[in-house]
C-alpha cells in the first residue's frame, strides 16, 4: 500500500538523510536475495522534472529482481509488484571497465570509453508514496522512484550510435503517448552517465564493470494498465514491445 510522503520525517532538503534511507532500502532488498546489477538516473529530462515537480537529477539502484527483459519474448510481465507505475523509454549502457576516479577527474570521453554497448530500455517507474505526491527528497529515498525494467537482447556499440541523436516514440496498444530525443536527457545520456559516476564516486560506491546503467527517460513518462501493450521504438534499435499481465 502507498504510504505518506517521506519528507514528513526527514524535510524536502537534507538530500544524505534521503540516501540514507534509499541505502536502507536497498540493504533490505540485498538481505532478501536480491544482488545489485547497474544504477539508474531519475529525473534527467525537463519533461519528467515538471512530471514529478522536481528540479534536479536524483540516481539508484538497479536489482536482479527488478528485471523483467523476459517481456521481451513475449511472456506478460507481472504487475504484481507494482504499486502505481508509469512507464518510460531510454537508453541504457553496459560498462566493460570500472569508473573508478576522483570525482573532478571523471571526463565525458572517460565513461564513453567505459561503455560496452548501448541497448534501448524501458523503466517501470513507480512511488510508493500515495497519489505520487513527491518532493525530492521522497524520490530519493524511493530509491529514485524505480519499479520494474527492460532491456533489448541486441547492444550497440558507440562507435555505431550517438545517443544524444537518438529518437524516441512510445506508444500503449497502438497509440502514440510520448515522444522525445537523446538531448532531452541532461542534453546527452552520456553525459546523464558521466553525472551519475562523479556521483557514485562522491558516494564512495563507483561505477564497475558490467553495470547496466538506464541513463534516463527520452520523454515524458505515461501510466499504463494490466492487459497494455508497449512499444517503444529508439532510432538505432530494434523496437522494444512487452505486455503486462495482472
Given at each position: 500500500m502507498p504510504c505518506a510522503?517521506?519528507?514528513?520525517?526527514?524535510?524536502?532538503?537534507?538530500?544524505?538523510?534521503?540516501?540514507?534511507?534509499?541505502?536502507?532500502?536497498?540493504?533490505?532488498?540485498?538481505?532478501?536475495?536480491?544482488?545489485?546489477?547497474?544504477?539508474?538516473?531519475?529525473?534527467?529530462?525537463?519533461?519528467?522534472?515538471?512530471?514529478?515537480?522536481?528540479?534536479?537529477?536524483?540516481?539508484g539502484y538497479?536489482?536482479?529482481?527488478?528485471?523483467?527483459?523476459h517481456g521481451v519474448d513475449g511472456t506478460p510481465i507481472s504487475m504484481a509488484t507494482?504499486?502505481?507505475?508509469?512507464?518510460?523509454?531510454?537508453?541504457a549502457f553496459v560498462l566493460s571497465r570500472d569508473i573508478d576516479a576522483a570525482p573532478d577527474e571523471i571526463t565525458l570521453a572517460m565513461?564513453?570509453?567505459?561503455?560496452?554497448?548501448?541497448?534501448?530500455?524501458?523503466?517501470?517507474?513507480?512511488?510508493?508514496?500515495?497519489?505520487?505526491?513527491?518532493?525530492?527528497?521522497?524520490?530519493?529515498?524511493?530509491?529514485?522512484?524505480?519499479?520494474?525494467?527492460v532491456v533489448g537482447r541486441e547492444g550497440r556499440p558507440l562507435g555505431d550510435l550517438e545517443p544524444r541523436e537518438v529518437t524516441m516514440s512510445l506508444s500503449i496498444n497502438g497509440e502514440e503517448r510520448s515522444t522525445g530525443n537523446g538531448a532531452a536527457c541532461l542534453g546527452d545520456p552520456l553525459e546523464a552517465l558521466r553525472w551519475l559516476a562523479v556521483q557514485a564516486a562522491t558516494f564512495g560506491d563507483p561505477l564497475r564493470a558490467g553495470h547496466l546503467i538506464?541513463?534516463?527517460?527520452?520523454?515524458?513518462?505515461?501510466?499504463?494498465?494490466?492487459?497494455?501493450?508497449?512499444?517503444?521504438?529508439?532510432?538505432?534499435f530494434d523496437t522494444l514491445s512487452v505486455t503486462f499481465g495482472a
Open positions: 510522503p517521506v519528507r514528513d520525517l526527514i524535510g524536502t532538503d537534507d538530500l544524505p538523510a534521503a540516501y540514507a534511507v534509499q541505502q536502507g532500502l536497498v540493504q533490505a532488498r540485498l538481505a532478501g536475495g536480491a544482488t545489485v546489477v547497474g544504477r539508474k538516473i531519475g529525473a534527467t529530462s525537463e519533461a519528467v522534472q515538471r512530471q514529478l515537480g522536481v528540479d534536479q537529477p536524483d540516481f538497479l536489482l536482479s529482481d527488478m528485471d523483467v527483459s507494482l504499486v502505481q507505475p508509469r512507464v518510460e523509454a531510454e537508453v565513461v564513453r570509453d567505459a561503455v560496452d554497448v548501448a541497448l534501448p530500455a524501458l523503466e517501470i517507474v513507480d512511488s510508493r508514496i500515495a497519489e505520487w505526491d513527491i518532493a525530492f527528497t521522497d524520490t530519493v529515498a524511493d530509491n529514485a522512484s524505480s519499479g520494474l525494467y538506464l541513463s534516463g527517460a527520452l520523454g515524458p513518462f505515461v501510466p499504463f494498465a494490466a492487459g497494455d501493450r508497449v512499444d517503444a521504438t529508439i532510432s538505432g
